[in-house]
Protein backbone atom coordinates (compact mmCIF):
# COMPACT_ATOMS: atom_id res chain seq x y z
CA UNK A 1 0.00 0.00 0.00
CA UNK A 2 0.95 3.48 -0.64
CA UNK A 3 -0.65 7.22 -0.11
CA UNK A 4 -1.32 9.70 -3.21
CA UNK A 5 -2.73 12.12 -2.03
CA UNK A 6 -5.27 11.72 1.04
CA UNK A 7 -6.12 8.29 -0.74
CA UNK A 8 -4.80 4.75 -0.51
CA UNK A 9 -4.54 2.98 -3.84
CA UNK A 10 -3.53 -0.73 -3.78
CA UNK A 11 -0.17 -1.39 -5.62
CA UNK A 12 -1.65 -4.38 -7.96
CA UNK A 13 -4.30 -2.03 -9.05
CA UNK A 14 -1.68 0.52 -10.02
CA UNK A 15 0.13 -1.92 -11.60
CA UNK A 16 -2.51 -3.07 -13.80
CA UNK A 17 -3.72 0.47 -14.81
CA UNK A 18 -0.15 1.22 -16.04
CA UNK A 19 0.14 -2.37 -17.87
CA UNK A 20 -2.97 -1.61 -19.58
CA UNK A 21 -2.44 1.99 -20.36
CA UNK A 22 0.86 0.87 -21.80
CA UNK A 23 -1.21 -1.97 -23.72
CA UNK A 24 -3.80 0.58 -25.02
CA UNK A 25 -1.14 3.15 -25.99
CA UNK A 26 0.60 0.27 -27.81
CA UNK A 27 0.30 1.44 -31.88
CA UNK A 28 2.78 -1.20 -32.81
CA UNK A 29 0.42 -4.14 -35.09
CA UNK A 30 -2.19 -1.90 -35.64
CA UNK A 31 -2.09 -1.63 -39.12
CA UNK A 32 -1.98 -5.37 -39.66
CA UNK A 33 -4.94 -5.64 -37.64
CA UNK A 34 -7.07 -3.38 -39.55
CA UNK A 35 -5.91 -4.56 -42.32
CA UNK A 36 -7.51 -8.29 -40.94
CA UNK A 37 -10.31 -6.37 -40.39
CA UNK A 38 -10.95 -5.40 -44.17
CA UNK A 39 -9.22 -8.29 -46.28
CA UNK A 40 -11.89 -11.00 -45.92
CA UNK A 41 -14.72 -8.42 -46.76
CA UNK A 42 -12.38 -6.97 -50.03
CA UNK A 43 -11.21 -10.40 -51.12
CA UNK A 44 -15.21 -11.85 -51.01
CA UNK A 45 -16.02 -8.53 -53.32
CA UNK A 46 -13.36 -8.53 -55.91
CA UNK A 47 -13.78 -12.31 -56.64
CA UNK A 48 -17.62 -11.53 -56.72
CA UNK A 49 -16.98 -9.20 -59.47
CA UNK A 50 -14.36 -11.43 -61.26
CA UNK A 51 -17.37 -13.74 -61.00
CA UNK A 52 -19.68 -11.92 -62.35
CA UNK A 53 -17.85 -10.66 -65.23
CA UNK A 54 -16.89 -14.52 -66.08
CA UNK A 55 -20.94 -14.73 -66.14
CA UNK A 56 -21.39 -11.94 -68.54
CA UNK A 57 -18.50 -13.60 -70.98
CA UNK A 58 -19.57 -16.64 -70.78
CA UNK A 59 -22.99 -15.63 -71.74
CA UNK A 60 -21.76 -14.01 -74.68
CA UNK A 61 -19.40 -17.08 -75.83
CA UNK A 62 -22.87 -19.25 -75.57
CA UNK A 63 -24.67 -17.12 -77.56
CA UNK A 64 -21.71 -16.77 -80.40
CA UNK A 65 -22.41 -20.64 -80.02
CA UNK A 66 -25.56 -21.23 -80.06
CA UNK A 67 -25.59 -18.79 -83.00
CA UNK A 68 -23.41 -20.61 -85.23
CA UNK A 69 -24.81 -23.93 -84.59
CA UNK A 70 -28.26 -22.31 -85.31
CA UNK A 71 -27.35 -21.73 -88.89
CA UNK A 72 -25.84 -25.07 -89.32
CA UNK A 73 -29.58 -26.23 -88.41
CA UNK A 74 -31.12 -24.13 -90.53
CA UNK A 75 -29.19 -24.78 -93.62
CA UNK A 76 -28.99 -28.69 -92.95
CA UNK A 77 -25.15 -28.66 -92.64
CA UNK A 78 -26.31 -30.32 -89.25
CA UNK A 79 -29.37 -31.98 -88.01
CA UNK A 80 -30.76 -33.02 -84.76
CA UNK A 81 -32.98 -36.52 -85.53
CA UNK A 82 -34.29 -36.88 -81.95
CA UNK A 83 -33.05 -38.06 -78.53
CA UNK A 84 -33.26 -41.27 -78.56
CA UNK A 85 -30.50 -41.60 -81.79
CA UNK A 86 -27.37 -43.06 -80.55
CA UNK A 87 -24.83 -42.50 -83.18
CA UNK A 88 -24.34 -39.92 -85.31
CA UNK A 89 -23.99 -40.13 -89.16
CA UNK A 90 -22.13 -36.61 -90.57
CA UNK A 91 -24.97 -34.85 -91.25
CA UNK A 92 -27.42 -35.99 -88.27
CA UNK A 93 -25.72 -36.02 -84.76
CA UNK A 94 -26.73 -37.80 -81.88
CA UNK A 95 -27.02 -35.73 -79.03
CA UNK A 96 -23.61 -35.64 -77.50
CA UNK A 97 -22.20 -34.92 -80.51
CA UNK A 98 -24.10 -32.19 -80.85
CA UNK A 99 -23.32 -30.68 -77.62
CA UNK A 100 -19.75 -31.15 -78.08
CA UNK A 101 -20.26 -29.64 -81.43
CA UNK A 102 -21.34 -26.30 -79.28
CA UNK A 103 -19.01 -27.05 -76.50
CA UNK A 104 -15.84 -26.76 -79.40
CA UNK A 105 -17.66 -23.18 -79.98
CA UNK A 106 -17.07 -22.25 -76.35
CA UNK A 107 -13.11 -22.27 -75.35
CA UNK A 108 -13.33 -20.75 -71.66
CA UNK A 109 -14.09 -23.66 -70.19
CA UNK A 110 -12.69 -27.27 -70.30
CA UNK A 111 -14.74 -29.25 -72.53
CA UNK A 112 -15.73 -32.02 -69.82
CA UNK A 113 -17.36 -29.19 -67.79
CA UNK A 114 -19.20 -27.65 -70.92
CA UNK A 115 -20.65 -30.95 -71.63
CA UNK A 116 -21.55 -31.80 -68.12
CA UNK A 117 -23.26 -28.06 -67.29
CA UNK A 118 -24.59 -27.68 -71.18
CA UNK A 119 -28.38 -28.46 -72.14
CA UNK A 120 -30.26 -28.07 -74.99
CA UNK A 121 -33.89 -28.19 -76.58
CA UNK A 122 -34.39 -28.16 -80.54
CA UNK A 123 -37.98 -28.30 -81.29
CA UNK A 124 -40.46 -27.79 -83.72
CA UNK A 125 -43.13 -24.93 -83.76
CA UNK A 126 -46.38 -25.07 -85.96
CA UNK A 127 -45.43 -21.00 -86.67
CA UNK A 128 -43.86 -17.93 -84.95
CA UNK A 129 -46.37 -16.79 -83.47
CA UNK A 130 -48.20 -17.32 -80.21
CA UNK A 131 -45.86 -19.93 -78.97
CA UNK A 132 -45.17 -21.43 -75.38
CA UNK A 133 -42.76 -24.39 -75.10
CA UNK A 134 -42.41 -25.70 -71.85
CA UNK A 135 -39.92 -24.05 -69.34
CA UNK A 136 -37.45 -26.63 -67.77
CA UNK A 137 -36.92 -24.22 -65.01
CA UNK A 138 -39.54 -23.70 -62.53
CA UNK A 139 -39.42 -22.79 -58.61
CA UNK A 140 -35.65 -23.49 -58.70
CA UNK A 141 -35.39 -27.34 -60.45
CA UNK A 142 -34.03 -27.45 -63.51
CA UNK A 143 -35.94 -30.34 -65.01
CA UNK A 144 -34.14 -31.88 -68.30
CA UNK A 145 -37.06 -34.93 -68.60
CA UNK A 146 -39.07 -32.49 -70.80
CA UNK A 147 -36.27 -31.31 -73.31
CA UNK A 148 -36.47 -32.21 -76.78
CA UNK A 149 -34.26 -32.61 -79.85
CA UNK A 150 -35.70 -32.11 -83.06
CA UNK A 151 -34.69 -29.96 -86.02
CA UNK A 152 -38.00 -31.36 -88.09
CA UNK A 153 -37.43 -31.37 -92.11
CA UNK A 154 -36.97 -28.38 -94.62
CA UNK A 155 -39.22 -25.21 -94.17
CA UNK A 156 -40.23 -26.26 -90.28
CA UNK A 157 -39.92 -23.57 -87.69
CA UNK A 158 -37.67 -24.37 -84.90
CA UNK A 159 -36.76 -23.34 -81.73
CA UNK A 160 -33.05 -24.18 -80.74
CA UNK A 161 -32.12 -22.86 -76.91
CA UNK A 162 -29.01 -23.91 -75.00
CA UNK A 163 -28.66 -23.93 -71.15
CA UNK A 164 -25.28 -23.93 -69.29
CA UNK A 165 -25.77 -23.79 -65.52
CA UNK A 166 -23.05 -21.94 -64.04
CA UNK A 167 -21.58 -22.98 -60.37
CA UNK A 168 -21.89 -20.26 -58.26
CA UNK A 169 -19.04 -20.14 -55.74
CA UNK A 170 -18.73 -16.80 -54.17
CA UNK A 171 -20.85 -16.42 -51.13
CA UNK A 172 -22.46 -12.89 -51.67
CA UNK A 173 -23.48 -14.11 -55.03
CA UNK A 174 -25.56 -17.22 -53.18
CA UNK A 175 -28.88 -15.25 -52.93
CA UNK A 176 -29.57 -12.50 -55.37
CA UNK A 177 -27.69 -14.66 -58.37
CA UNK A 178 -28.56 -18.56 -58.01
CA UNK A 179 -31.93 -19.46 -59.60
CA UNK A 180 -31.14 -22.99 -59.90
CA UNK A 181 -30.98 -25.21 -56.45
CA UNK A 182 -31.81 -28.88 -58.19
CA UNK A 183 -31.15 -30.41 -61.29
CA UNK A 184 -33.80 -33.18 -62.42
CA UNK A 185 -32.79 -36.06 -64.60
CA UNK A 186 -33.93 -39.56 -65.74
CA UNK A 187 -31.44 -40.86 -63.20
CA UNK A 188 -32.00 -38.87 -60.46
CA UNK A 189 -31.78 -35.20 -58.93
CA UNK A 190 -28.68 -33.50 -58.13
CA UNK A 191 -28.51 -30.53 -55.67
CA UNK A 192 -25.62 -27.37 -56.27
CA UNK A 193 -25.79 -23.76 -56.57
CA UNK A 194 -26.21 -22.12 -60.49
CA UNK A 195 -27.15 -19.48 -62.32
CA UNK A 196 -28.42 -21.11 -65.49
CA UNK A 197 -27.30 -18.90 -68.65
CA UNK A 198 -29.69 -19.24 -71.64
CA UNK A 199 -29.25 -18.47 -75.24
CA UNK A 200 -32.31 -19.00 -78.18
CA UNK A 201 -32.14 -19.38 -81.80
CA UNK A 202 -35.16 -19.12 -83.94
CA UNK A 203 -35.20 -19.66 -87.34
CA UNK A 204 -36.64 -21.62 -90.28
CA UNK A 205 -35.52 -24.31 -92.02
CA UNK A 206 -34.46 -23.65 -95.68
CA UNK A 207 -36.34 -25.50 -98.00
CA UNK A 208 -33.60 -27.86 -99.21
CA UNK A 209 -34.42 -31.65 -100.50
CA UNK A 210 -30.70 -32.48 -98.42
CA UNK A 211 -32.82 -31.04 -94.93
CA UNK A 212 -34.43 -34.76 -94.43
CA UNK A 213 -35.65 -36.01 -91.11
CA UNK A 214 -37.44 -39.12 -90.51
CA UNK A 215 -37.66 -39.46 -86.70
CA UNK A 216 -40.54 -38.21 -84.87
CA UNK A 217 -41.08 -35.07 -83.30
CA UNK A 218 -40.85 -34.63 -79.23
Not at 30 to 55: K, M, N
Not at 210 to 215: E, L, M
Request: some cysteine; overall charge positive; proline content about 5%.
Amino acid sequence: MRSIGCKIIPVKRVLHRRVFDKFANNRRGATAIEFCLVALPLLFLIVAILEIGLIFVMSFNLSNAAGAVGRELRVGEIIAPGASVTSSTGVQLDLSDFKTAICDRIQMVPKAICLSQLQVDVRTLSSFQNQSPPNPLSGGTFNTTGLCYYSGGAGSVVEFRAYYLWPIVTPLLLNGVVNVTSMQTSSGSNSGSWFALTATEVFKNEPSSSITNTSNTC
